[in-house]
Structure formats: C-alpha cells, structure tokens
C-alpha cells in the first residue's frame, strides 16, 4: 500500500492540473502516518523543480524532516539529495539550506556525508559551495544579505 501511495505522489508532483493537486494534497496526507525512515530516499525523490505548487510540495519535505533521527535516516537524505541534484537543484539547496541551519542535522551530515561514493560527495559539495558563496556575495548595498539563509 505505502509504495502505491509513493508511486501517486510521485506520479502528480507537478500539479499542473486541480486533479493532480488534489491527488497529490490527499495522498501526502494519507503517507503522513505510515511513512519511516527508510521512504526518506523516495520522499526526496518526489520533489521537482518544475512543480506548479511550491508551497505543497514543502510539506514533502516536512514530513521527511519529522523522521530525521538516526544515522540511517541521515544516509537516506544524502541519496535522496544525489538523486534529485542534477534535475531539481533547487529543491537540493532548500534540503542543504535546511541541514547546514540546524545543528543537529549539521553534526549528523557532517558525521557521515564523506562515507558517500566520490561522485555523491562530489556533486553534493559543488552545490555546497555554490550555496557558501551565494551568502557571502553582498548586496548592492554593502551589507550582507541575511534573508537567503532558510
């Protein structure tokens, strides 16, 4: 039942249609109560830059989040992110965004991240450092911007 409910999440993402956003809306809530650590990969999966409904598809990552505890629920995420980075990077930066914010997930990420096969750890630093020199770039009025950080 549960990888069927993943299969319609994944299937409506895009919410082009009010179809699509009801299917999409209703089945993350019925996921809500039966989703653990190991759907963390495929929740990730779920989120696509070309999406219609932003603020829906955030909830995707607010139920991932709530199973964040363990070791392995971090290495899910870390897949999840390699996954998706190449065609949903800006669904990548809100993840890292979000990790490097908060001091447990930050410890964790940092305990396993170089664990990770050459290419992951590759791909997922690049955009680290594209996020690190995004905040340091100042705006045109000198000061630095601290609004981008999530």
């Given at each position: 039942?549960?990888?069927?409910?993943?299969?319609?999440?994944?299937?409506?993402?895009?919410?082009?249609?009010?179809?699509?956003?009801?299917?999409?809306?209703?089945?993350?809530?019925?996921l809500c109560d039966i989703v653990?650590?190991?759907?963390?990969?495929?929740?990730?999966?779920?989120?696509?830059?070309?999406?219609?409904?932003?603020?829906?598809?955030?909830?995707?990552?607010?139920?991932?989040?709530?199973?964040?505890?363990?070791?392995?629920?971090?290495?899910?995420?870390?897949?999840?992110?390699?996954?998706?980075?190449?065609?949903?990077?800006?669904?990548?930066?809100?993840?890292?965004?979000?990790?490097?914010?908060?001091?447990?997930?930050?410890?964790?990420?940092?305990?396993?991240?170089?664990?990770?096969?050459?290419?992951?750890?590759?791909?997922?630093?690049?955009?680290?450092?594209?996020?690190?020199?995004?905040?340091?770039?100042?705006?045109?009025?000198?000061?630095?911007?601290?609004?981008?950080?999530?």
């Open positions: 039942m549960k990888e069927s409910l993943l299969k319609r999440l994944f299937e409506s993402r895009l919410m082009t249609t009010d179809e699509e956003f009801e299917t999409f809306d209703s089945t993350l809530d019925e653990k650590e190991d759907d963390i990969r495929a929740l990730v999966n779920i989120l696509d830059d070309n999406t219609t409904e932003f603020e829906v598809m955030f909830r995707v990552i607010h139920v991932y989040e709530s199973l964040l505890k363990s070791k392995f629920s971090y290495e899910q995420l870390i897949l999840g992110i390699n996954d998706i980075i190449a065609i949903s990077p800006e669904w990548s930066r809100i993840i890292l965004y979000r990790i490097l914010n908060h001091e447990y997930s930050r410890i964790m990420f940092k305990n396993i991240f170089m664990e990770f096969d050459k290419n992951a750890v590759n791909n997922i630093s690049q955009l680290m450092i594209e996020i690190s020199l995004q905040r340091a770039e100042p705006p045109r009025g000198g000061k630095p911007d601290q609004s981008r950080c999530l």
